[in-house]
């Protein structure tokens, strides 16, 4: 079992920046995990936002943060966080933590194992 815990959303301006931050405990997420970023925003379903191996591999985004956000991880920590700039109106989504077995990202969020409580990110015209 690994717990997640987010941490970071809040309201901003278009053009802002955000950094969120993922806690991950319980069960060592170990070489052979996964650590992920969704995004849900009212009426819509789960998005792929960002996903990383916690040991090998480049990060994975999905196009539309393509150059505004960055994610990455500190494996003494087991931390993962996003580093989110240029923010849109169109960021505006509750930011989901997620984890999975194995190395592999994928985008579709029925892959993943675990989940935090996900946290508001509000992006203001």
């Known amino acids: 079992q690994v717990q997640l815990v987010e941490s970071g959303g809040g309201l901003v301006q278009a053009g802002g920046s955000l950094r969120l931050s993922c806690a991950a405990s319980g069960r060592t997420t170990g070489d052979n995990y996964a650590m992920g970023w969704f995004r849900q925003a009212p009426g819509k379903e789960r998005e792929f936002v960002a996903g990383?191996?916690?040991?090998?591999?480049?990060?994975m985004y999905v196009d539309s943060v393509m150059g505004r956000f960055t994610i990455s991880k500190d494996n003494a920590k087991n931390t993962v966080d996003l580093q989110m700039n240029s923010l849109e109106p169109e960021d505006t989504a509750v930011y989901y933590c997620?984890?999975?077995?194995?190395?592999?990202?994928?985008?579709?969020?029925?892959?993943?194992?675990?989940w935090g409580q996900g946290t508001q990110v509000t992006v203001s015209k």
């Open positions: 997620a984890a999975k077995s194995g190395s592999n990202v994928y985008m579709d969020h029925w892959m993943w194992d675990y």
């Open positions: 990383i191996s916690w040991s090998v591999g480049s990060p």
